[in-house]
C-alpha cells in the first residue's frame, strides 16, 4: 500500500517514479489510440501514426509527444487548425498519475506487482472512456483481460497473495467466475423486474423503418431515429407497436399492434422476414420497448477484474462502484429539473472501485471490519 511506503524517498526512488509517471504518459498516449479507434472497428496499428480527428492527416511525431505536442500546439492541429480535445492530455496525464500511484502501492514489497496491475490500470482507463462515449465496453478488453489475468496470474503469484502458480491460477479463476456470475445475476433479475418499458404519445406519432446499411437498420419515431441493433440485446427481445395503422408489402393494417423482433415482424395472421422487406411505415399510439438493467459488457468488464484481483476485489468494486454511481446519479437530479437524468454506464463506476482496491482497498477492508467489531 501506499502508506507503506518509506520517506523521505532516494534519488533512486525518483528516478523510478519519474520513470513509471513517464511511462504511463506514453501508455495513455496509446490508450488515446483505443479509445478512439476500437468503437470504430478501426485497427490500432493501421495506420501507424496518430491522425487529425476532423482532416485526417498523420500527426508529425514530434507533434505527438504526450501532453506537450498538445500544448505546443494549443490544443490545435497543425494542418487544418481544428480544435483537439483537451480530453487527450488528460488520458495521458491521468495515466502517468495512476502509474506512479501504483508504483509506489508496489515498490515497498514487491516492485514487478506493478507491472500487471499497470496493464489492469490501461484497461480499466480505456473502458471507462470508450463506456462513456459509446455506452460498450468492447470483448477485447474484457475478454482479452480475463486472459491477461489469468496469464499474469501464473507469472506473478504475489498478485493474489500466493506463492505457487497453480494456485494463483485457480484463484484468478475464481475471481472471473465470481466476477462473470455476480453481474450475470443482475442482469437477469434487472431484466425480469425492468426489462420493459412503455411509452404513451401525446398524440398518434408517424413511424417509418428503413434499412441503414447491409448488417443494420433504423427505426424512426415521430422524428427521433433509432438504431434497430440497438433496441435488441437478445433474440427473445420484443418491441410492440400500438398502431393506428401499418404499412408493409404494399399491404395495410388498421388498429393493430405489431410484434417486432429483431429479424421479424409479426401481425395478425401474418409474419414477415426482416430479410425481404424493404420498409414499413405507419402511425402509433403506444409503445413497449425491450432494455436492459445493465450491459453484458459490465458483466464481462467484472470478470477481467476478478481475474486480475481475485473474488474479494469483485465484491468490493460492485460495492463501491454502487456506491459512487448512486451519489453520482443523485447529484444530476437537480440538475435536470426533473427531465430525464444522465445515462451513466456502469463501467466506469466499476474502474474507480477497481483502482481504490488497487490502491487502498485493504486498508479500507480491514478499518470497515474494524469497525463492525466495534
Not at 497473495?161 to 485457480?170: A, K, P, Y
Not at 437477469?188 to 423503418?209: D, V
Request: charged share 15%; proline share 5%; hydrophobic share 50%.
Amino acid at each position: 500500500m501506499i502508506s507503506a511506503f518509506s520517506f523521505p524517498l532516494t534519488a533512486l526512488d525518483w528516478l523510478l517514479a519519474g520513470g513509471a509517471f513517464f511511462l504511463g504518459l506514453c501508455v495513455g498516449s496509446f490508450l488515446n489510440v483505443v479509445i478512439y479507434r476500437v468503437p470504430l472497428g478501426l485497427s490500432v496499428n493501421e495506420p501507424k501514426r496518430s491522425f487529425c480527428p476532423h482532416c485526417k492527416t498523420p500527426i508529425k511525431a514530434w507533434h505527438n509527444l504526450p501532453v506537450l505536442g498538445w500544448l505546443w500546439l494549443r490544443g490545435k492541429c497543425a494542418s487544418c487548425g481544428a480544435g483537439i480535445s483537451i480530453r487527450y492530455p488528460l488520458v495521458e496525464v491521468l495515466t502517468g498519475i495512476l502509474f506512479l500511484a501504483v508504483w509506489l502501492a508496489c515498490w515497498p514489497a514487491d516492485p514487478w506487482l506493478a507491472l500487471p496491475l499497470s496493464v489492469l490500470v490501461s484497461i480499466l482507463i480505456a473502458a471507462t472512456f470508450i463506456d462513456l462515449d459509446h455506452l460498450i465496453i468492447p470483448d477485447g478488453l474484457t475478454w482479452g483481460g480475463v486472459v491477461a489475468g489469468v496469464g499474469f496470474s501464473m507469472l506473478f503469484p504475489a498478485l493474489h497473495g500466493l506463492q505457487h502458480w497453480w494456485d494463483s491460477m485457480l484463484w484468478s479463476a475464481i475471481g472471473a467466475v465470481s466476477g462473470y456470475l455476480l453481474l450475470w445475476g443482475v442482469v437477469e433479475m434487472g431484466k425480469l423486474a425492468f426489462g420493459r418499458k412503455k411509452i404513451a404519445f401525446a398524440n398518434p406519432a408517424k413511424f417509418s423503418w428503413r434499412h441503414a446499411g447491409e448488417e443494420d437498420a433504423e427505426l424512426v419515431i415521430d422524428g427521433e431515429v433509432e438504431k434497430w441493433s440497438e433496441l435488441f440485446s437478445r433474440e427473445s427481445d420484443r418491441l410492440e407497436l400500438t398502431c393506428d395503422h401499418v404499412e408493409i408489402a404494399d399491404r395495410r393494417f388498421e388498429d393493430v399492434t405489431l410484434t417486432c423482433y429483431y429479424n421479424r415482424l409479426d401481425l395478425p395472421g401474418a409474419s414477415y422476414p426482416l430479410s425481404v422487406v424493404e420498409a414499413f411505415s405507419g402511425v402509433v399510439r403506444s409503445a413497449v420497448v425491450p432494455r436492459e438493467a445493465m450491459g453484458f459488457g459490465d458483466v464481462k468488464f467484472l470478470a477481467a477484474i476478478g481475474a486480475f484481483l481475485g473474488w474479494k476485489a469483485v465484491l468490493f468494486a460492485v460495492a463501491s462502484g454502487s456506491l459512487i454511481g448512486s451519489v453520482l446519479g443523485l447529484a444530476t437530479v437537480p440538475l435536470t429539473r426533473g427531465a430525464q437524468g444522465l445515462r451513466l454506464p456502469f463501467g466506469p463506476f466499476l474502474a474507480a472501485g477497481a483502482l481504490i482496491w488497487i490502491l487502498a482497498g485493504r486498508l479500507l477492508l480491514d478499518w470497515y471490519l474494524g469497525l463492525m467489531r466495534g
